[in-house]
């Protein structure tokens, strides 16, 4: 679940954000990647702790208007769906 929010803000980040082109190249996406991936293998990433690692990168482009949140009624939900379903579905669109 982790991952793909993540890799859902990379495209936000590297396709709709508006300083993007002026930052081209300010962000390090595989490392954040590679640690979300590692901690969500490994059971070991909370929602708490995924909201450090984004906001982490986010500082990367030097902006103070872009943060993220999490909202802990949206992921509660999600995660029972997911639980639900076996993850067959991609949950994490209802969160853009």
Known sequence: MYTEIFKELLTITHHDYAGYLDKKGWDR?????????????DDKLEDESFSQLVNEYLLDF???????TVDQNI??????????????????????
Do not use: C, Q
């Open 29 to 41: 996406p595989d490392h954040y990647l590679r640690t979300i991936e590692l901690l969500e293998r």
């Open 62 to 68: 030097n902006d103070k208007h872009m943060y993220f």
């Open 75 to 96: 992921l509660l939900i999600k995660k029972h769906v997911d639980l639900a379903l076996n993850g067959t579905m991609k949950h994490y669109s209802s969160l853009h």
